[in-house]
């Protein structure tokens, strides 16, 4: 994460080539006769940041203002109020779907209800009927026979068999 970098004080002479105390045959480790040396100055190390996010690196963070922004993802208007035409239509396309399923299932629920209301209507006219006019019969009857026995509006029964002996005695 740090780096050191020690310091040495140039030669005198501007640190070029050999020093001048040096003999003819020693030459100075790294440096090449006749040859500028070049000094690279290195940054100085950065410390950790005090918030202590260190992945976040300012110098290499740019401000928004300075991001490249990219010209085909600014669509024109012209598309834009297709795009949204054409959300609205398939909207309204599933409303519509959505719609007929929902009545679908109204006339099903519909039909379903009728079909039982008639089944049962069918059934009580097909119903051989005994009226009991004496309460003792059912008081002398077994548990199986009063299970079967139910109750029903017979005026509109005993008005039918009225005028079935009518129409038999003349």
């Given at each position: 994460m740090f780096s050191f970098v020690v310091a040495r004080p140039l030669p005198p002479g501007g640190g070029e080539g050999a020093p001048a105390s040096a003999g003819p045959g020693r030459r100075r480790r790294?440096?090449?006769?006749?040859?500028?040396?070049?000094?690279?100055?290195?940054?100085?190390?950065?410390?950790?940041?005090?918030?202590?996010?260190?992945?976040?690196?300012?110098?290499?963070?740019?401000?928004?203002?300075?991001?490249?922004?990219?010209?085909?993802?600014?669509s024109s208007w012209e598309r834009k109020m297709k795009e949204r035409q054409e959300k609205k239509a398939v909207k309204d396309f599933a409303r519509h779907l959505?719609?007929?399923?929902?009545?679908?299932?109204?006339?099903?629920?519909?039909?379903?209800?009728?079909?039982?209301?008639?089944?049962?209507?069918?059934?009580?006219?097909?119903?051989?009927?005994?009226?009991?006019?004496?309460?003792l019969k059912l008081k002398r009857a077994k548990k199986k026979q009063l299970r079967r026995i139910e109750k029903r509006d017979t005026l509109s029964l005993l008005q039918k068999h009225q005028a079935q002996r009518k129409a038999a005695k003349e």
């Open positions: 790294g440096a090449a006769v006749g040859k500028a040396r070049k000094e690279v100055a290195a940054p100085a190390p950065q410390g950790k940041p005090k918030s202590g996010r260190v992945w976040k690196d300012p110098r290499k963070r740019k401000r928004f203002s300075h991001m490249i922004q990219d010209k085909p993802l600014h959505e719609e007929q399923k929902q009545r679908q299932r109204e006339e099903k629920k519909q039909r379903r209800e009728e079909n039982l209301r008639r089944r049962l209507e069918n059934e009580r006219k097909a119903e051989i009927v005994q009226v009991i006019r004496n309460p």
